[in-house]
T-cell receptor, first 115, second 118 residues
Framework: DAGVIQSPRHEVTEMGQEVTLRCKPISGHDYLFWYRQTMMRGLELLIY????????DSGMPEDRFSAKMPNASFSTLKIQPSEPRDSAVYFC?????????????FGNGTRLTVT | AQTVTQSQPEMSVQEAETVTLSCTYD???????LFWYKQPPSRQMILVIRQEAYKQQNATENRFSVNFQKAAKSFSLKISDSQLGDAAMYFCAYRSPITQGGSEKLVFGKGTKLTVNP
C-alpha cells in the first residue's frame, strides 16, 4: 500500500497562471477529500467525492477552483487563475468508508506558492 | 456551525513523561465524532484516536488516551511515556453524523505543536 500520492510536492507559480494539483487515492477507497491548510485558517475542507461523485463542495472558495475525479484512482484540483492568497498546503485524503467508520489517509500535501 | 478550539498553540514534555493536550468544541448536536490527528514535519496527517459521542467510555490506543467530557464539550488527549517520535502538530477534529444532515466534513482546530525534550 503506497498510501495517498500527491504531486507535485512543491509548486511555485506566478499570479494568473493555471495550477493543477494531482492525487492518487489508496486503491479501493470510496472517499476522496481535498483540504487546504494555511496558518491563518488552519485546515479547511474544500470538496469531497464519494465513488467519484462530488458530494460537498461548499468549501471551494470561488469559481477559480475546480476539482474533478474522472475515475477511482485519480483526482485533480485546478486553480485558474491563481492568486497570491491561494498560497497554502493542499492535502488530498482518502477513506475506505465514511470518516466515522474508517480513518482519513492523508497524502504528504502540495505546497503551493503563488508570487 | 461547529467550531473546534485548541487553546495551547505549543506544549513541551520531557521524554517518558505524560502530557495532555486540550480541545474544546461548540455544537448543538447530540451525536457526533471526535478525532485527534498527528502531523509530523513530513506534513502527512495520521489518525491517532477516535471517539464516538454516544460512547461514554474514553477511547484508548496504546500510549494515547482521551478524556471525553460531553457536557463540558471537552476532548483532551493524553500521551503517556512520551517518545521523541511523538513530536508533531496535533489537531483535534469534529464531525457531524450523516443521519442528521451532516457530511463527511471534518472541522479541525488550529493545532498544538508538541515538543518532546530528551
Amino acid at each position: 500500500d503506497a498510501g495517498v500520492i500527491q504531486s507535485p510536492r512543491h509548486e511555485v507559480t506566478e499570479m494568473g497562471q493555471e495550477v493543477t494539483l494531482r492525487c492518487k487515492p489508496i486503491s479501493g477507497h470510496d472517499y476522496l477529500f481535498w483540504y487546504r491548510q494555511t496558518m491563518m485558517r488552519g485546515l479547511e475542507l474544500l470538496i469531497y467525492f464519494n465513488n467519484n461523485v462530488p458530494i460537498d463542495d461548499s468549501g471551494m472558495p470561488e469559481d477559480r477552483f475546480s476539482a474533478k475525479m474522472p475515475n477511482a484512482s485519480f483526482s485533480t484540483l485546478k486553480i485558474q487563475p491563481s492568486e497570491p492568497r491561494d498560497s497554502a498546503v493542499y492535502f488530498c485524503a482518502s477513506s475506505l468508508y465514511g470518516t466515522n467508520n474508517s480513518p482519513l489517509h492523508f497524502g504528504n500535501g502540495t505546497r503551493l506558492t503563488v508570487t | 456551525a461547529q467550531t473546534v478550539t485548541q487553546s495551547q498553540p505549543e506544549m513541551s514534555v520531557q521524554e517518558a513523561e505524560t502530557v495532555t493536550l486540550s480541545c474544546t468544541y461548540d455544537t448543538s448536536e447530540s451525536d457526533y465524532y471526535l478525532f485527534w490527528y498527528k502531523q509530523p514535519p513530513s506534513r502527512q496527517m495520521i489518525l491517532v484516536i477516535r471517539q464516538e459521542a454516544y460512547k461514554q467510555q474514553n477511547a484508548t490506543e496504546n500510549r494515547f488516551s482521551v478524556n471525553f467530557q460531553k457536557a463540558a464539550k471537552s476532548f483532551s488527549l493524553k500521551i503517556s511515556d512520551s517518545q521523541l517520535g511523538d513530536a508533531a502538530m496535533y489537531f483535534c477534529a469534529y464531525r457531524s453524523p450523516i443521519t442528521q444532515g451532516g457530511s463527511e466534513k471534518l472541522v479541525f482546530g488550529k493545532g498544538t505543536k508538541l515538543t518532546v525534550n530528551p
